[in-house]
């Protein structure tokens, strides 16, 4: 699995970001390396995607885009700060492709809403460049206002809003493991109950074992070539056991516990 971080926009010039009491560009970096820092921290690879300088926004976009599409991603994420000529708007915010609420996108608005912010959802961002040209699944999200009540609450919690991301988006990462695993997993064939016989004396015995309990019946021998394959709730073995001295006592012993 690997996350790219991209932090919007250059750091200057044409192309950078939206200038309140935040400074977007700058913020939106900082915020990049921290969800960087704490998702090294729990192994999961990144690739920052970033473009300090360019002649112009679109540019800056099209580096952006090339730069993920070129790269083997699992996630592109974006990080940006809102901002409104409503001086009151306020709250953090996620764009996904046909706002598709993804749990982590939704994950990521709730963590962060919970360090001081407004949750304003998830919303489509079919509309934006970087989401509607990116080949990964793609998130973009807009931490917080760059003025009015989000600043001084985001200048407290900036820590704490990076890492909200990370877990979040490391939250998704090890469901996505699991699931690959489980399916791994779910490839064995599952048998409720096998019998297992030792020897070709023991054969007969076995098979009245197998008829009772409604099961297969396989020669020790060749389960052992396909135990790794299978995966059995019950094993029956028919001889073969420390009491099973020979075929006699086999067969009482299997009479007596499973017939
Ligand atoms: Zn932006």
């Known amino acids: 699995m690997v996350v790219l971080v991209n932090p919007g926009h250059t750091l200057t010039g044409a192309?950078?970001?939206?200038?309140?009491?935040?400074?977007?560009?700058?913020e939106a970096r900082?915020?990049?390396?921290?969800?960087?820092?704490?998702?090294?921290?729990?192994?999961?690879?990144?690739?920052?995607?970033?473009?300090?300088?360019?002649?112009?926004?679109?540019?800056?976009?099209?580096?952006?885009?090339?730069?993920?599409?070129?790269?083997?991603?699992?996630?592109?994420?974006?990080?940006?700060?809102n901002s409104s000529s409503n001086k009151s708007a306020h709250g953090t915010e996620v764009y996904t492709y046909k706002g598709r609420q993804f749990t982590d996108a939704l994950e990521v608005c709730d963590f962060i809403s919970k360090e001081g912010f407004r949750n304003r959802g998830v919303k489509d961002g079919t509309g934006l460049y970087v989401i509607r040209r990116t080949n990964a699944k793609s998130m973009l999200i807009e931490v917080c206002f760059v003025g009015g009540q989000d600043a001084a609450t985001y200048k407290k919690q900036k820590e704490d809003v990076g890492k909200a991301i990370a877990r979040a988006l490391w939250n998704n990462v090890q469901k996505v493991e699991e699931d690959k695993k489980n399916k791994e997993e779910g490839k064995k064939d599952m048998l409720n109950k096998l019998?297992?016989?030792?020897?070709?004396?023991?054969?007969?015995?076995?098979?009245?074992v197998a008829e009772k309990h409604n099961c297969m019946i396989v020669k020790d021998s060749v389960y052992e070539k396909i135990k790794s394959t299978i995966e059995v709730k019950e094993l029956i073995r028919v001889g073969g056991l420390e009491a099973d001295t020979n075929r006699y006592a086999t067969a009482k012993n299997a009479i007596e516990k499973y017939l």
Not at 15 to 26: D, M
């Open 15 to 26: 192309g950078s970001g939206a200038v309140g009491v935040l400074n977007e560009s700058k």
């Open 30 to 81: 900082d915020i990049a390396n921290i969800v960087i820092r704490e998702l090294n921290k729990h192994g999961v690879k990144t690739i920052l995607d970033k473009v300090d300088k360019a002649a112009s926004q679109a540019e800056c976009l099209n580096r952006i885009v090339a730069m993920a599409n070129r790269s083997d991603i699992d996630y592109f994420v974006s990080i940006h700060f």
């Open 195 to 208: 019998v297992v016989y030792k020897g070709d004396v023991d054969a007969n015995i076995a098979v009245l």
